[in-house]
């Protein structure tokens, strides 16, 4: 019996994803300089990272597609070489990208991936129920709106009853009910079957709202990481004030003390400042625009964000 809890006590505290060190370079492309990264089980982490970041590449390495250069990676104590029979049995994934053959309907394609697994129809129905698909059941995959098209990719992810889930982007480009539906079926399988799940987003609200954990990702490696509390403990700044323009108010913004963020592209223009140097900053900003006849449109005072940290921390946007 000792033996037995001693046993499960290791299980349990072995984490699902051990990712040591990991690079991986194409040509010249330094893609993933050195990640390391410890994912327990029933965790669900989100990589988030603006274009080119090197989520793809992590997350497939991670998914025993591509090979590191350098480093480890562990699934359950286990390195993909000589595992990959059993790996595959706990993994469940979608691309960042999927292609579904366009004279199936949705049934047959989950049918034929079921297959794969030597599973039978009926999980194929069981899961087009969890994923929502029962009416486009007999449709064809060619049309298939966005939204459900991410839901059958899912879906296809889901069949083998996978422990661990990795998921490639899988809401982007969807509507925000579209998002939700997906956020609802994730959020289910956490608390349902204490999956664990990493995925890559773009989306700062996702990785906030469906995420245990966050890793912040830049050029290749991790800039921060943590649960949005400890990222956002990271800003040095509580209280951002920010300021909105219709027009460019042809200041130097940046120049001003306190200044966290200019941007300029949007309307209106928005500019953040630190709350605690507005005594500096303000007279300054109010006497120059009162000089050019310049009219504030909005003002608001608001929390840092995942953005506002990812600013101070490399100078651009996440979403730029
Ligand atoms: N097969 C490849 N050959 C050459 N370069 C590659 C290859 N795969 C990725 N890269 C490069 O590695 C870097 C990281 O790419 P990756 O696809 O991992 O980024 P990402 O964070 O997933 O970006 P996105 O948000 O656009 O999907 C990029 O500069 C990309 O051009
Ligand atoms: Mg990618």
Redesign the pocket.
């Known amino acids: 019996m000792l033996k037995f809890l001693f046993y499960f006590q290791k299980q349990m505290q072995q984490p699902i994803i051990n990712v040591e060190n990991v690079k991986k370079s ?2 010249t ?1 330094k ?1 993933v300089q050195g990640i390391s990264l410890t994912i327990a089980p029933g965790e669900f982490v989100a990589i988030l ?1 603006p ?7 992590l997350v497939e390495m991670i998914e025993g597609i591509q090979k590191p250069d350098e480093g480890e990676i562990l699934i359950k104590g286990m390195p993909w070489k000589g595992n990959e029979h059993k790996l595959n049995r706990i993994l469940g994934i979608s691309l ?1 990208e999927t292609w579904f053959i366009e004279k199936l309907t949705v049934f047959e394609t989950l049918r034929l991936f079921a297959s794969f697994y030597r599973l039978d129809k009926d999980r194929a129905l069981e899961i087009m129920h969890i994923v929502e698909l029962q009416e486009k059941k007999n449709a064809y995959t060619k049309n298939l709106s966005g939204g459900q098209r991410q839901r059958l990719a899912l879906g296809i992810s889901l069949l083998n009853y996978p422990e661990l889930l990795l998921l490639d ?1 899988p809401t982007t480009g969807l509507d925000p009910n579209a998002r939700h539906d997906i956020w609802e079926i994730l959020h289910k399988l956490k608390d349902e079957k204490n999956t664990s799940l990493v995925l ?1 987003t ?1 989306y700062m609200e996702e990785a906030e709202f469906l995420c245990d954990r966050i890793v912040i990702v830049d050029k290749g490696k991790v800039l921060a990481m943590g649960t949005m509390e400890e990222l956002l403990a990271q800003c040095s700044f509580n209280e951002i004030i920010e300021i909105g323009f219709e027009e460019e108010p042809g200041i130097r913004l940046h120049l001003l003390p306190g200044v966290l963020n200019v941007r300029k592209n949007t309307k209106p223009n928005l500019f953040a400042l630190d709350v605690t140097r507005i005594t500096q900053t303000l007279p300054v900003l109010l006497k120059e625009l009162e000089e050019r006849n310049v009219e504030v449109q909005t003002l608001i005072c608001r929390k840092p964000t995942l953005d506002d940290l990812f600013i101070s921390l490399t100078g651009r946007h996440l979403n730029a």
């Open positions: 194409f040509r492309v893609a990272g274009n080119g970041a090197g989520k793809t590449t960042q982007e890559t773009h």
